[in-house]
């Protein structure tokens, strides 16, 4: 039992370490893909660093939500760890603390959280970007309930590690129709909740156009960086969700491997992530962002997408 | 069921098959129309697939020929044809207005899909072939959304494409529950489908001459007041 | 022997249009083709009528009752039509030789493609003639190159096409349905055979899918919405052709599908034939009458006339079915005519638009005298044809106890007939809004009102022996 505590604080130090790793190894892959040179893939940490070690500015008209929210934010995906599989198959200790739909609601709390600190500021670009999150946002959950639904249902419970010894563990499931379709809803999906192009420019600094980054426009210091670790984490969370629920269990530590198994995941599991990005960065340098509302119909065809999987898999049933 | 005779194909066509109908919801809510005309060919392409691999697993001859003919005439001859009777403008263009916007579109599609599903359970009841349980339902989706296009799309080019698109659909259907087509009926089926592009990329052609646009969803003049 | 030549003359007489010979004389060799085919056609329902059944080339072609009946009326209209288009195509303005010359070419295989389907044996090769009626009518349907000849062409071509499509669903399934049942050879003989071995569940679905795919190219409500463009906006021997056979062509198809359900246990086909065709008849009936545009009445009233045959086919019994084929001959004969009639119409007043057109009797007798004819030939006013066909449906179906329908019925065609009447009178008598000057009638245009008079006057009157029997072998052949 305490094997299990430990390799669950173990996966929460490596979500912590390495998310803005991936990052930095995005941002870089994305700037040779367009024969520039990039910055380093360790310069988030150097932002961080940075960031942490200057004067925090708070205006005086804001509320305790301001100061609260990088913390909340910075706290959301560190407790989605705890639910997820990120570098073992089995179970861990805390994995039965809360399902799919609880991950997701603490997730959707941070970012909700976020949002509102947004607003709080009165920088007028706070309130648009939280307006329009918040639009891609509820514009996006029924693509995150039908999806949960569908592998629930195979899977007959919703703890992500369950789901996984059902839904992905047989090899033969790979080809399955169902699969392939809801891997493709989910990855529409990450592009939209983590603010990828076609949705949004993660790298651009035009706050008219700014969707997702708009929540971290106020701030400076401590705050800032909290919130750039948190936007960090939350993608590296959607990523260990995709690729070890939904995806494939590969890498990840059997039951019974014993601490050098895990230990053994953890780079296995980054190149699992590596491979992901390699997909992300082609899929950013392909497309052009979306106008505003055509996203409604790039989610809507994320969500037509997972019916249609959900419609294939339980007319077989 | 999957056909447990053919497990590893059965999971393939199956495969096929989503892509398939994907391909069909990407005709109907596509706004550029050379863009519809890629998803088309690839749903050909796809329905080929199909096809060979029906071929291989029930060992029928005929299915190979459907899916030479189907490759010949839906992926290289009709977009030729289209290339020659109709002018490049036209598919530079984009669909502004459309009968019904792209995410209502979609999901009536969704509906629709359920629907074929809901209609081809009796008929797969009745009779077991050993890959019907895949291609009917998908097919049948396919010729729903096909007809959705026609009615939902105002360009010339992506309502000829529903049409051909439902074709695509009715063969989709047609190799899974009589794998063995008299050759008499591929033959004229394979005559038909260029023909019917002909027809229609000449008859397009005119309208764009004489009207000077291919919005024939707009044509409205013949109405009873 | 002769079937094969029916077929293979027309596709002379095609490609003699569009050869250099056809600048001047693709007129009179499309006469002359339709003329032999129309001797050639008699012959074979004559043989039909008495033998029950033609065949040759070793099976691919066969003839019985209901194929001759239909054989000989595309033929006829043929003839008829082209006799018209000599004069009317010649007439119009705006289109150079070559255009002509594609007319022909077109026309010519146009009917060849007609007098296939009740010649092929082979189901799926019907499917495929079908097909082809679309196919090669388009541009006939939009030869006059204006914007509303074009949408009319196009919404004819893709929702026929869309129909024909989804009939060839139907087809695959009957095709499953006839492996099941262990038949190899895939025409209608053999389906009625093997109809009673064939699972319902198949049968059913494909019978559906027939109606509502080629109901489409029937003009069946809600399929309809092409119809009165399509039949409005083409040459007015074109219109004849399309109304008077080609939807009667496929109806022809659809009848022959309910000796096969009737064939199979537990499945009824009549309800539907019924419930169809009394929706056409009722919303044809109202559209006819808000309509504003005389060839768009026609083509009304053509759907109507659709969804009689179609209910008598569904009442069932000897007599329903005798009406029916009688309906089938009065419907093609006096809707070509009044097509012919119509598009003198067009000549003299130039328009189609019926509220424009006052007083025809004064600047144009002979077309105002063909109107009258030709709207109480098909609003069914005795003398004529349809007047009789229609008591005699209603009849059988009193006599068969389906009261309602027979009562609907006949509400609908006493007011598609008032409604019909009151338009032709407006047009015809009235003081003329202004003098129009006369303009000259072709010579082949009247002969072709006078041939075409001919039979319509007749037939309402008195039926020959010869067109008795094929009409009861047609009959016969429906009730399977």
Redesign the interface.
């Given at each position: 039992m305490l094997e299990r505590i430990a390799y669950n604080v173990l996966q929460v130090i490596v979500v912590v370490a390495f998310a803005p790793l991936v990052e930095g190894v995005v941002s870089r892959l994305k700037e040779i893909i367009q024969s520039k040179r990039g910055p380093s893939i360790f310069q988030p940490y150097r932002d961080i660093w940075k960031f942490l070690h200057k004067d925090e500015i708070v205006s005086e008209r804001s509320s305790w939500i301001f100061r609260a929210a990088p913390y909340v934010a910075f706290a959301a995906p560190v407790f989605v760890t705890l639910l997820i599989p990120v570098l073992t198959r089995y179970p861990l200790f805390f994995a039965f603390m809360g399902d799919m739909l609880g991950g997701g609601f603490v997730l959707a709390f941070g970012g909700f959280f976020a949002t509102l600190a947004a607003v709080d500021s009165a920088n007028p670009y706070g309130p648009m970007g939280a307006s329009r999150t918040r639009m891609v946002g509820f514009l996006a959950e029924p693509v995150f309930i039908v999806v949960f639904l569908t592998v629930s249902f195979v899977a007959g419970s919703t703890i992500p590690y369950i789901v996984q010894t059902h839904w992905v563990a047989p090899i033969?499931n790979f080809?399955?129709?169902?699969h392939?379709?809801l891997m493709?809803a989910f990855l529409m999906l990450i592009l939209a909740e983590d603010g990828r192009i076609p949705i949004d420019n993660p790298s651009g600094e035009f706050e008219l156009a700014m969707i997702d980054h708009s929540k971290a426009l106020e701030y400076s210091g401590r705050g800032a960086a909290l919130m750039k670790w948190a936007g960090a984490m939350k993608f590296f969370v959607l990523i260990c969700i995709f690729l070890n629920v939904l995806v494939t269990p590969w890498g990840l530590a059997p039951e019974g491997g014993g601490p050098i198994a895990v230990l053994l995941a953890i780079p296995l599991v980054l190149l699992k992530i590596f491979g992901f990005v390699l997909v992300l960065v082609y899929i950013e340098s392909s497309l052009a962002k979306l106008r505003l509302f055509r996203i409604?119909?790039f989610l809507?065809?994320a969500?037509?997408?997972a019916?249609?999987?959900m419609?294939?898999r339980l007319?077989?049933i | 069921?999957?056909s447990p005779a053919f497990?590893v194909i059965a999971?393939?066509d199956?495969?096929t098959?989503?892509?398939f109908?994907?391909a069909a919801?990407g005709v109907v809510?596509t706004r550029q129309v050379l863009a519809s005309l890629q998803l088309f060919i690839l749903q050909s392409l796809l329905l080929t697939l199909s096809a060979v691999l029906l071929g291989i697993a029930l060992d029928s001859f005929h299915l190979f020929a459907v899916a030479a003919i189907t490759i010949v005439t839906k992926t290289l001859l009709i977009p030729w044809l289209l290339r020659r009777t109709v002018s490049a403008e036209v598919y530079r263009t984009r669909e502004i207005e459309r009968a019904l916007n792209?995410?209502s579109s979609?999901?009536l599609?969704?509906v629709l899909?359920?629907l074929a599903?809901v209609i081809a359970n009796p008929l797969l009841a009745a009779v077991t072939m050993p890959f019907a349980?895949i291609n009917l339902?998908l097919g049948l989706a396919a010729i729903f959304l096909g007809a959705f296009t026609i009615v939902v799309r105002r360009e010339a080019v992506p309502q000829m494409l529903g049409l051909l698109a439902v074709e695509n659909g009715v063969f989709f259907a047609g190799i899974a529950i009589v794998p063995s087509l008299p050759v008499i009926a591929e033959l004229a089926a394979a005559v038909d489908v260029p023909v019917i592009a002909l027809v229609v990329g000449l008859l397009m052609r005119q309208i764009y001459r004489r009207l000077g646009t291919t919005s024939v969803g707009h044509l409205a003049a013949l109405r009873e007041q | 022997m002769e079937l094969a030549a029916i077929l293979v003359l027309p596709v002379i007489a095609s490609a003699l249009s569009l050869s250099p010979l056809g600048r001047r004389y693709a007129a009179p060799l499309t006469l002359v083709s339709t003329t032999a085919v129309l001797i050639l056609a008699v012959d074979v329902a004559a043989l039909a009528a008495h033998t029950g059944r033609v065949d040759a080339l070793d099976g691919w072609l066969t003839c019985d009752g209901l194929g001759a009946l239909v054989l000989v009326l595309v033929a006829l209209v043929g003839f008829t039509a082209a006799l018209f288009s000599w004069g009317y195509i010649a007439g119009r303005a705006g289109h150079p030789v070559h255009h002509v010359q594609r007319y022909y070419g077109l026309y010519n295989l146009f009917v060849l493609s007609m007098l296939a389907v009740p010649l092929l044996a082979n189901v799926a090769l019907m499917w495929i003639a079908v097909e082809l009626t679309t196919l090669l009518s388009a541009f006939l349907v939009g030869y006059e190159d204006t914007a509303e000849a074009l949408e009319a062409a196009w919404k004819y071509v893709i929702l026929t096409t869309l129909g024909a499509v989804f009939a060839l669903l139907g087809f695959l399934v009957l095709y499953w349905g006839s492996r099941v049942a262990g038949l190899e050879p895939f025409t209608w003989l053999g389906l009625v055979e093997a109809a009673p071995r064939m699972p319902p569940a198949l049968l059913w679905p494909a019978f559906l899918l027939i109606l509502v795919g080629f109901g489409t190219k029937v003009g069946l409500v809600p399929m309809h919405t092409w119809l009165p463009d399509a039949h409005s906006q083409a040459p007015a021997s074109i219109c004849a052709l399309l109304s008077g056979v080609e939807t009667t062509t496929v109806l022809y198809v659809i009848l022959r599908l309910f000796p096969v359900i009737g064939g199979a246990h537990g499945l009824d086909a009549r309800p539907w034939f019924i419930g169809f065709g009394l929706i056409s008849v009722g919303v044809a009936t109202l559209l006819l009458i808000y309509v504003r545009d005389f060839k768009r009445m026609f083509a009304f009233s053509t759907v109507e006339h659709m969804g009689i045959i179609l209910v008598a086919a569904g009442l069932g019994g000897t007599e329903a079915h005798l009406g029916a084929a009688y309906q089938i001959t009065g419907h093609a004969l006096a809707k070509s005519f009044c097509f012919f009639a119509a598009g003198m119409t067009v000549m003299a007043v130039g328009n189609q638009d019926i509220a424009s057109v006052r007083g025809l009797i004064r600047s144009s007798p002979l077309a105002a005298l063909a109107l009258v004819a030709g709207g109480f030939a098909i609003a069914g006013a005795p003398p004529f044809a349809i007047f009789v066909s229609e008591l005699v449906i209603l009849k059988a179906g009193f006599t068969g106890g389906h009261f309602i329908v027979v009562g609907l019925l006949a509400l609908f065609v006493v007011v598609a007939f008032c409604a019909v009447m009151f338009h032709i009178n407006r047009m015809v008598f009235g003081i003329p809004d202004r003098s129009i000057a006369a303009p000259t009638i072709p010579t082949s245009c009247k002969l072709t009102l006078a041939f075409a008079a001919i039979p319509l006057v007749v037939i309402g009157v008195f039926v020959p022996a010869p067109l008795l029997g094929l009409l009861r072998a047609a009959a016969a052949a429906m009730g399977g």
């Amino acid at each position: 039992m305490l094997e299990r505590i430990a390799y669950n604080v173990l996966q929460v130090i490596v979500v912590v370490a390495f998310a803005p790793l991936v990052e930095g190894v995005v941002s870089r892959l994305k700037e040779i893909i367009q024969s520039k040179r990039g910055p380093s893939i360790f310069q988030p940490y150097r932002d961080i660093w940075k960031f942490l070690h200057k004067d925090e500015i708070v205006s005086e008209r804001s509320s305790w939500i301001f100061r609260a929210a990088p913390y909340v934010a910075f706290a959301a995906p560190v407790f989605v760890t705890l639910l997820i599989p990120v570098l073992t198959r089995y179970p861990l200790f805390f994995a039965f603390m809360g399902d799919m739909l609880g991950g997701g609601f603490v997730l959707a709390f941070g970012g909700f959280f976020a949002t509102l600190a947004a607003v709080d500021s009165a920088n007028p670009y706070g309130p648009m970007g939280a307006s329009r999150t918040r639009m891609v946002g509820f514009l996006a959950e029924p693509v995150f309930i039908v999806v949960f639904l569908t592998v629930s249902f195979v899977a007959g419970s919703t703890i992500p590690y369950i789901v996984q010894t059902h839904w992905v563990a047989p090899i033969a499931n790979f080809f399955e129709p169902s699969h392939v379709l809801l891997m493709i809803a989910f990855l529409m999906l990450i592009l939209a909740e983590d603010g990828r192009i076609p949705i949004d420019n993660p790298s651009g600094e035009f706050e008219l156009a700014m969707i997702d980054h708009s929540k971290a426009l106020e701030y400076s210091g401590r705050g800032a960086a909290l919130m750039k670790w948190a936007g960090a984490m939350k993608f590296f969370v959607l990523i260990c969700i995709f690729l070890n629920v939904l995806v494939t269990p590969w890498g990840l530590a059997p039951e019974g491997g014993g601490p050098i198994a895990v230990l053994l995941a953890i780079p296995l599991v980054l190149l699992k992530i590596f491979g992901f990005v390699l997909v992300l960065v082609y899929i950013e340098s392909s497309l052009a962002k979306l106008r505003l509302f055509r996203i409604t119909e790039f989610l809507g065809a994320a969500f037509v997408t997972a019916v249609v999987a959900m419609i294939t898999r339980l007319s077989e049933i | 069921m999957s056909s447990p005779a053919f497990p590893v194909i059965a999971a393939l066509d199956a495969l096929t098959g989503a892509l398939f109908l994907l391909a069909a919801l990407g005709v109907v809510a596509t706004r550029q129309v050379l863009a519809s005309l890629q998803l088309f060919i690839l749903q050909s392409l796809l329905l080929t697939l199909s096809a060979v691999l029906l071929g291989i697993a029930l060992d029928s001859f005929h299915l190979f020929a459907v899916a030479a003919i189907t490759i010949v005439t839906k992926t290289l001859l009709i977009p030729w044809l289209l290339r020659r009777t109709v002018s490049a403008e036209v598919y530079r263009t984009r669909e502004i207005e459309r009968a019904l916007n792209i995410p209502s579109s979609l999901l009536l599609s969704a509906v629709l899909i359920v629907l074929a599903y809901v209609i081809a359970n009796p008929l797969l009841a009745a009779v077991t072939m050993p890959f019907a349980a895949i291609n009917l339902p998908l097919g049948l989706a396919a010729i729903f959304l096909g007809a959705f296009t026609i009615v939902v799309r105002r360009e010339a080019v992506p309502q000829m494409l529903g049409l051909l698109a439902v074709e695509n659909g009715v063969f989709f259907a047609g190799i899974a529950i009589v794998p063995s087509l008299p050759v008499i009926a591929e033959l004229a089926a394979a005559v038909d489908v260029p023909v019917i592009a002909l027809v229609v990329g000449l008859l397009m052609r005119q309208i764009y001459r004489r009207l000077g646009t291919t919005s024939v969803g707009h044509l409205a003049a013949l109405r009873e007041q | 022997m002769e079937l094969a030549a029916i077929l293979v003359l027309p596709v002379i007489a095609s490609a003699l249009s569009l050869s250099p010979l056809g600048r001047r004389y693709a007129a009179p060799l499309t006469l002359v083709s339709t003329t032999a085919v129309l001797i050639l056609a008699v012959d074979v329902a004559a043989l039909a009528a008495h033998t029950g059944r033609v065949d040759a080339l070793d099976g691919w072609l066969t003839c019985d009752g209901l194929g001759a009946l239909v054989l000989v009326l595309v033929a006829l209209v043929g003839f008829t039509a082209a006799l018209f288009s000599w004069g009317y195509i010649a007439g119009r303005a705006g289109h150079p030789v070559h255009h002509v010359q594609r007319y022909y070419g077109l026309y010519n295989l146009f009917v060849l493609s007609m007098l296939a389907v009740p010649l092929l044996a082979n189901v799926a090769l019907m499917w495929i003639a079908v097909e082809l009626t679309t196919l090669l009518s388009a541009f006939l349907v939009g030869y006059e190159d204006t914007a509303e000849a074009l949408e009319a062409a196009w919404k004819y071509v893709i929702l026929t096409t869309l129909g024909a499509v989804f009939a060839l669903l139907g087809f695959l399934v009957l095709y499953w349905g006839s492996r099941v049942a262990g038949l190899e050879p895939f025409t209608w003989l053999g389906l009625v055979e093997a109809a009673p071995r064939m699972p319902p569940a198949l049968l059913w679905p494909a019978f559906l899918l027939i109606l509502v795919g080629f109901g489409t190219k029937v003009g069946l409500v809600p399929m309809h919405t092409w119809l009165p463009d399509a039949h409005s906006q083409a040459p007015a021997s074109i219109c004849a052709l399309l109304s008077g056979v080609e939807t009667t062509t496929v109806l022809y198809v659809i009848l022959r599908l309910f000796p096969v359900i009737g064939g199979a246990h537990g499945l009824d086909a009549r309800p539907w034939f019924i419930g169809f065709g009394l929706i056409s008849v009722g919303v044809a009936t109202l559209l006819l009458i808000y309509v504003r545009d005389f060839k768009r009445m026609f083509a009304f009233s053509t759907v109507e006339h659709m969804g009689i045959i179609l209910v008598a086919a569904g009442l069932g019994g000897t007599e329903a079915h005798l009406g029916a084929a009688y309906q089938i001959t009065g419907h093609a004969l006096a809707k070509s005519f009044c097509f012919f009639a119509a598009g003198m119409t067009v000549m003299a007043v130039g328009n189609q638009d019926i509220a424009s057109v006052r007083g025809l009797i004064r600047s144009s007798p002979l077309a105002a005298l063909a109107l009258v004819a030709g709207g109480f030939a098909i609003a069914g006013a005795p003398p004529f044809a349809i007047f009789v066909s229609e008591l005699v449906i209603l009849k059988a179906g009193f006599t068969g106890g389906h009261f309602i329908v027979v009562g609907l019925l006949a509400l609908f065609v006493v007011v598609a007939f008032c409604a019909v009447m009151f338009h032709i009178n407006r047009m015809v008598f009235g003081i003329p809004d202004r003098s129009i000057a006369a303009p000259t009638i072709p010579t082949s245009c009247k002969l072709t009102l006078a041939f075409a008079a001919i039979p319509l006057v007749v037939i309402g009157v008195f039926v020959p022996a010869p067109l008795l029997g094929l009409l009861r072998a047609a009959a016969a052949a429906m009730g399977g």
